[in-house]
Nanobody, 121 residues
Framework: QVELVESGGGLVQAGGSLRLSCEVLGSIPTMNAMGWYRQAAPGKEREFVAAIGNSTYYLDSVKGRFTISRDNVKNSIALQMNSLKPEDTAKYYC????????????????WGQGTQVTVSS
């Protein structure tokens, strides 16, 4: 059974930092990349934030503030979020991805349970 286990998140003031982590338990043969998505509110579209595979790719609004990293030994990724803004408030989801072309990713159907990030102004 495959599971993506997230940790981190919480409440922080604007300008602060948080770190999210995600560990993959089990094997996902279709996965060659991992990433983070976020959903600002129930019913809103889940938005791509960052991915790491053969390259790294970021949502424009988080470039220079967020850094995604990968630990191949632990089969995990992390998202270091600095200079957080109220508009970064969302539930963040870890995702198993397929990088089918350099810098192009497709979710392969495995997601973490989500972790809430709240940034107060």
């Amino acid at each position: 059974q495959v599971e993506l286990v997230e940790s981190g998140g919480g409440l922080v003031q604007a300008g602060g930092s948080l770190r999210l982590s995600c560990e993959v338990l089990g094997s996902i043969p279709t996965m060659n990349a991992m990433g983070w998505y976020r959903q600002a509110a129930p019913g809103k579209e889940r938005e791509f934030v960052a991915a790491i595979g053969n390259s790294t790719y970021y949502l424009d609004s988080v470039k220079g503030r967020f850094t995604i990293s990968r630990d191949n030994v632990k089969n995990s990724i992390a998202l270091q979020m600095n200079s957080l803004k109220p508009e970064d408030t969302a539930k963040y989801y870890c995702a198993a991805l397929l990088e089918y072309k350099l810098g192009n990713y497709f979710p392969v159907g495995y997601w973490g349970q989500g972790t809430q990030v709240t940034v107060s102004s």
